[in-house]
């Protein structure tokens, strides 16, 4: 405790620190995902960013403790949940709405924006270190073939229910 109130000042500052390398590894899964998808349309940037962040969360030999520490902080927030918000999840969430939002020619504001953008996120999130999921899916490994099909799938499934969204009224009701 000696230690950790040296380096650290307290729990907190200790926390406070591992949380930063936590963020700094988010921020760096959302650049790559920016980066894999330039130059692209925006279904193309939703792919890539769909391809990487699973390649980040569920591949073999990457920062899952991550993940574990993000779960527990959303179960039991500490003053630090809004430093996350704020400097990683928002900046993820306007990429996401902006290309969600040119796909469905709205503004990124529409609530049915946002709606599409938590779609996906729930959908890649359903697979980080999820018991039920992984109950349904025994045989998912992780390997790279097994993260792009599902990828693949992800994508697909978002986009055709975005592109649903496109449709004039009359259609959908049918």
């Known amino acids: 405790m000696a230690a950790v109130n040296y380096?650290?000042?307290d729990k907190l500052g200790l926390y406070r620190e591992v949380l930063g390398k936590a963020m700094e590894?988010?921020?760096?899964?959302?650049?790559?995902?920016r980066q894999a998808g330039a130059g692209g349309s925006s279904e193309h940037k939703?792919?890539?960013?769909?391809?990487?962040?699973?390649?980040r969360v569920i591949g073999q030999g990457h920062d899952t403790w991550i993940?574990?520490?993000?779960?527990?902080?959303i179960a039991d927030p500490t003053p630090a949940l809004d430093l996350v918000i704020d400097q990683v999840i928002l900046p993820r969430m306007a990429y996401l709405s902006d290309l969600v939002a040119d796909i469905l020619r709205l503004s990124?504001?529409?609530?049915?924006v946002m709606r599409c953008v938590l779609s996906v996120q729930s959908q890649c999130h359903a697979m980080m270190t999820n018991a039920v999921s992984r109950r349904?899916?025994?045989d998912f490994r992780g390997d790279a073939t097994a993260i792009d099909r599902l990828?693949?799938?992800?994508?697909?499934?978002?986009?055709?229910?975005?592109?649903?969204?496109?449709?004039?009224?009359?259609?959908?009701?049918?």
Not at 27 to 33: N, V
Not at 46 to 55: N, T
């Open 108 to 112: 990124p504001q529409d609530d049915r």
């Open 7 to 9: 380096h650290f000042r």
């Open 67 to 73: 993940h574990q520490l993000m779960a527990h902080e």
């Open 151 to 174: 990828a693949q799938h992800i994508a697909e499934f978002s986009l055709g229910g975005i592109r649903s969204l496109t449709q004039p009224d009359e259609l959908l009701r049918a």
């Open 136 to 138: 349904f899916m025994p």
């Open 25 to 33: 590894t988010m921020r760096a899964t959302t650049e790559a995902a």
């Open 46 to 55: 939703l792919r890539a960013y769909i391809r990487v962040f699973l390649q």
